[in-house]
């Protein structure tokens, strides 16, 4: 099933369901998608669409793709690599990712990612039931600015990821019973309609069990945890010359299965 979030015209949000392909017209849901929903026959078509959830936390998994490790000449990690971002830098489909110009950046790139979203508490879950606590699945952006993840965050990626808007996630979650295998989808990311990312989640490094064993070892992960599970071969620091977001482009984020992503850039 596809859970969006949509905020209606009296400013009320509520949980629905897309009904066609374009997510246009949309069903209003009752309940909520951790304790269950269920249709009203309430049909909306004018709404603005948000993130699908409100993360209780954003955990991020860096150099989980064999081919990203490469372009970035990094070995291949033995552990998962974890940072995190801000749950405030949480951006809507369709709003504006922006350029920092207060701590100002001038290497803002692009990382498309499928994000994981805990919808059963776990704590030191193991390989064989990691996706029992799954929901399900969304697609994230994961833009980061590499001058201050690189040169001026002392040493740690946080700041550089964290900044607000730096995590687009959308257009809708797709519960888990639809996605039996997360580790065989395609993912692309297009800027202005050219393809600069396309690979597959089988190109993972560690798989989506194998991040929620290590991440909930010896830690709870509560309900509404989203986890980025990195991103692929292709980013715009990895290019020749380096590609940087700029104002005026657009990013599109497809995951096979999950819906696109899009966002504009200011």
Known sequence: MKIARVRLGDGEIHYARPMNEQGSCMEILSGDPFEGVRGTGLLVTCFTLLAPMVPAAILCIGLNYRKHAEEMNAKI???PILFFKNPSALLDPGSSISIPRHHVSTQVDYEGELAIVIGKSCRNATRENALDHVLGYTVANDVSARDWQKDWGGSQWCRGKS????????PWLVTSDEIPDPNRLRITTR???EILQDSNTADMIFDVSALIEFLSGDTTLPVG?????GTPSGVGVGRTPPRWLQRGDRVEIEIENV??????VK
Do not use: E
Request: glycine share 12%.
């Open 163 to 170: 900044f607000d808007t730096f995590a687009p996630m959308g």
């Open 191 to 193: 800027v202005n309609g």
């Open 77 to 79: 990690p033995r552990f």
């Open 225 to 229: 945890t989203i986890i980025l599970s």
């Open 259 to 264: 819906g696109i992503l899009s966002n504009p």
